[in-house]
């Protein structure tokens, strides 16, 4: 299989990286406008690279796209106007979404969008603990300060600092898909928001938000790119049941009826985590969310997520207001 990985950054990088582990048997190439990232991927991957799509002068089966949100429309339209299989990143904004779902069944092509939580361990642990004969709560806080995302770029140069695409919406946009097909669809919600911090951004950079979902459960759900300290911090409760989750591999925990007492819950799956990224980012979702695709692509396998799901979750951040 000939696969291009669009956008030679952080992203771009990881998913060069696992997709080498996983099937040395393919060939990659990369595509970025920047000459820097390019020349850094042949030297770390040796790989070619192009600046542009048009200068492929190979056969592509599937496509990463790992560029920024707002570049996402365009440049999957051009791609599955090709006939390739897509991979995306989030996307954060629905340009285009109507459109190129239509086209990738013209074209007989996948089109996959990541959400990398649903591939998470400690989530499937957490979602399978979440019966329907109750009603639960929860207590979400998901913050960490916007500077400290990618400490080796400017975050007025990143994404995550434009109002269209902001850090906020970013947390919303990969947690919600989660927390809806765990807790239920959202009828109702409440919001707290505002700017505390001196950055340089023109959006409000903390969330108080309150669901009710459509099963009876409830929660509030905090966002922010306000803390100092890197923070996930997961509390779900129901009479005679209580979970705890940190946000790292390790860090689930169950209440235990007999002893009275929190139990760590051990997962079987070892974790991976890369340097230069907070404990809460491990590579094992990432490396799952790659082989669900390639499944979809040649086994014809169903995608736990998709564009249609992505448009109703980005239409409630609307509402949410991020």
């Not at 020349?39 to 599937?62: H, M, N, R, W, Y």
């Not at 989030?90 to 939580?117: P, R």
């Not at 957490?126 to 080796?152: A, E, F, V």
Request: charged share 25%; aromatic share 12%; glycine share 8%.
């Amino acid at each position: 299989m000939n696969i291009v990985v669009i956008g030679l950054g952080s992203m771009g990088k990881r998913r060069i990286r696992l997709i080498r582990q996983m099937h040395p048997e393919f060939t990659v190439i990369g595509l970025d406008a920047r000459e820097d990232r390019r020349i850094e991927a042949e030297e770390q991957f040796g790989i070619g690279t192009f600046p542009s799509l048009e200068e492929i002068d190979q056969k592509i089966d599937c496509a990463f796209i790992c560029t920024s949100p707002m570049s996402h429309a365009h440049i999957i339209k051009n791609c599955l106007s090709r006939k390739w299989h897509i991979f995306t990143e989030l996307n954060l904004i629905d340009t285009g979404y109507t459109e190129n779902m239509q086209l990738a069944k013209d074209k007989g092509c996948v089109l996959f969008l990541s959400s990398t939580f649903f591939y998470r361990e400690e989530i499937k642990y957490i979602r399978s603990k979440i019966t329907q004969d109750k009603h639960w709560n929860y207590i979400y806080h998901i913050g960490q300060y916007l500077p400290d995302w990618h400490p080796w770029e400017n975050y007025e140069d990143f994404f995550v600092g434009d109002k269209r695409t902001n850090g906020c919406r970013e947390i919303m946009a990969v947690e919600l898909p989660w927390l809806i097909a765990t807790f239920g669809n959202v009828v109702k919600s409440n919001v707290i928001s505002d700017k505390i911090t001196g950055l340089k951004i023109g959006f409000d950079d903390n969330y108080m938000i309150q669901l009710t979902h459509d099963s009876g459960n409830k929660g509030t759900f905090i966002v922010d790119v306000v803390s100092p300290v890197a923070v996930r911090k997961l509390e779900v409760y129901t009479e005679g049941s209580y979970l705890s989750w940190n946000g790292t591999p390790e860090g689930v925990c169950e209440f235990d009826p007999a002893s009275k007492k929190l139990r760590p819950v051990a997962l079987t799956e070892v974790t991976e985590h890369l340097d230069g990224y907070c404990s809460f980012v491990v590579e094992n979702a990432y490396r799952n969310e790659i082989r669900e695709f390639f499944d979809v692509v040649s086994k014809g396998k169903i995608p736990l997520y998709g564009f249609g799901q992505d448009q109703k979750i980005l239409n409630l951040i609307d509402i949410l207001g991020a």
